[in-house]
């Protein structure tokens, strides 16, 4: 009975810490360490090895033989919505953490999460993270909102989130699934899972479809977490490949966004700021395509945009950009006017100015 009880009291506390892998050898022994010598030690971590053609598979395996707190998971590429789900399916934990393999987490991180779930009992614990690139670390943004750590109840996770809807590349607290603690019972019982339809802001989407459910959030002004910062356009989610439309993600996410507001305010309200966000991403993603535009690719990149200020969702939206300081004037109107060629022309220029000379300048 005393092993039953034991049992029981370790899955209570059990953290199941969750990296979807995909050919990042270069980084994955420093993520992987970095979990594994935790100073809270009840946690097990899952591996999920999201067909790597590099070492990274045999590089998960070999940490699994050396640690019976570490599984692996290998599976067909399917990209990092598909991994996270394997590993939610698979966790056994009461809460759930996820890391990015590339990133890597402070050697208190999980004891800090877990020691404020127990002083709180919110229902999401977010942790503090830095962004790291090569050797320039700069801080997360959270300072726009919090000087200090703070629970937030039902009425300040809306008001934050309105702050986010009015300036979606500013307010980074519901832009990550990484670096914080979900309570796996209200996960698993309420089926909220990635969404593998999409390519990004499906961290955004999960975050939302979670929040339905949870009543008060703690942010904790600790960094725990740092971020991998790549240069210019390697990263997954800035990389347009064949299909710039998996770059639109945020077009699902702002559903989800909506559909939590809907209990909580006007639905003209949710209208207007969703549709002011809407165009908002539509310029910030516009600017990352065009920064990759080639000769290989121009053509693609010239028809999608075509297509995209002609669609009506865009269109009925320009109706509720609001610009501010920092916001972009020109683009709404060359997208009203539907042309095509200028509005490349100026996100050209954006992405020179605002992705390769900050590049340059590290």
């Given at each position: 009975?005393?092993?039953?009880?034991?049992?029981?009291?370790?899955?209570?506390?059990?953290?199941?810490?969750?990296?979807?892998?995909?050919?990042?050898?270069?980084?994955?022994?420093?993520?992987?360490?970095?979990?594994?010598?935790?100073?809270?030690?009840n946690i097990e971590l899952i591996l999920?090895?999201?067909?790597?053609?590099?070492?990274?598979?045999?590089?998960?395996?070999?940490?699994?033989?050396?640690?019976?707190?570490?599984?692996?998971?290998?599976?067909?590429?399917?990209?990092?919505?598909?991994?996270?789900?394997?590993?939610?399916?698979?966790?056994?934990?009461?809460?759930?953490?996820?890391?990015?393999?590339?990133?890597?987490?402070?050697?208190?991180?999980?004891?800090?999460?877990?020691?404020?779930?127990?002083?709180?009992?919110?229902?999401?614990?977010?942790?503090?993270?830095?962004?790291?690139?090569?050797?320039?670390?700069?801080?997360?943004?959270?300072?726009?909102?919090?000087?200090?750590?703070?629970?937030?109840?039902?009425?300040?996770?809306?008001?934050?989130?309105?702050?986010?809807?009015?300036?979606?590349?500013?307010?980074?607290?519901?832009?990550?699934?990484?670096?914080?603690?979900?309570?796996?019972?209200?996960?698993?019982?309420?089926?909220?899972?990635?969404?593998?339809?999409?390519?990004?802001?499906?961290?955004?989407?999960?975050?939302?479809?979670?929040?339905?459910?949870?009543?008060?959030?703690?942010?904790?002004?600790?960094?725990?977490?740092?971020?991998?910062?790549?240069?210019?356009?390697?990263?997954?989610?800035?990389?347009?490949?064949?299909?710039?439309?998996?770059?639109?993600?945020?077009?699902?996410?702002?559903?989800?966004?909506?559909?939590?507001?809907?209990?909580?305010?006007?639905?003209?309200?949710?209208?207007?700021?969703?549709?002011?966000?809407?165009v908002c991403l539509t310029i910030i993603?516009?600017?990352?395509?065009?920064?990759?535009?080639?000769?290989?690719?121009?053509?693609?990149?010239?028809?999608?945009?075509?297509?995209?200020?002609?669609?009506?969702?865009?269109?009925?939206?320009?109706?509720?950009?609001?610009?501010?300081?920092?916001?972009?004037?020109?683009?709404?109107?060359?997208?009203?006017?539907?042309?095509?060629?200028?509005?490349?022309?100026?996100?050209?220029?954006?992405?020179?100015?605002?992705?390769?000379?900050?590049?340059?300048?590290?």
């Amino acid at each position: 009975m005393e092993n039953v009880e034991n049992t029981h009291a370790f899955l209570e506390g059990l953290v199941s810490i969750i990296v979807p892998v995909y050919n990042c050898e270069k980084y994955l022994r420093l993520c992987i360490d970095s979990v594994i010598n935790q100073s809270y030690r009840n946690i097990e971590l899952i591996l999920i090895d999201d067909g790597s053609t590099d070492g990274s598979g045999e590089i998960c395996d070999g940490y699994a033989l050396r640690d019976h707190r570490i599984s692996v998971i290998h599976k067909k590429n399917s990209g990092p919505a598909a991994a996270r789900n394997a590993g939610i399916e698979k966790s056994r934990g009461s809460f759930l953490f996820f890391v990015d393999a590339d990133d890597s987490i402070e050697k208190n991180a999980i004891r800090s999460v877990m020691e404020n779930y127990g002083r709180r009992k919110a229902d999401l614990i977010i942790g503090d993270f830095r962004k790291i690139k090569e050797d320039d670390i700069t801080d997360s943004g959270h300072n726009r909102v919090f000087s200090d750590s703070k629970l937030l109840t039902k009425e300040d996770i809306i008001a934050y989130t309105r702050y986010y809807l009015g300036k979606p590349n500013r307010f980074p607290l519901f832009a990550y699934s990484w670096g914080r603690l979900f309570k796996s019972s209200i996960v698993k019982a309420n089926r909220i899972l990635f969404n593998t339809g999409l390519h990004t802001f499906e961290d955004v989407a999960f975050n939302f479809d979670y929040l339905n459910y949870a009543n008060e959030i703690f942010f904790l002004k600790e960094t725990i977490y740092d971020h991998l910062v790549h240069d210019n356009y390697a990263s997954a989610t800035m990389t347009i490949g064949n299909d710039p439309r998996k770059m639109f993600g945020f077009r699902q996410a702002l559903g989800n966004i909506g559909t939590f507001l809907e209990n909580c305010k006007s639905k003209a309200e949710i209208k207007k700021e969703v549709g002011h966000a809407y165009v908002c991403l539509t310029i910030i993603q516009f600017v990352r395509i065009c920064g990759q535009m080639n000769s290989g690719n121009e053509r693609m990149i010239y028809e999608f945009i075509g297509e995209t200020i002609n669609d009506s969702n865009l269109r009925d939206n320009l109706q509720f950009y609001s610009p501010t300081q920092g916001d972009s004037r020109i683009l709404p109107i060359l997208m009203k006017l539907r042309l095509v060629w200028p509005i490349i022309l100026v996100c050209k220029y954006k992405a020179n100015k605002r992705y390769r000379k900050r590049g340059a300048g590290r």
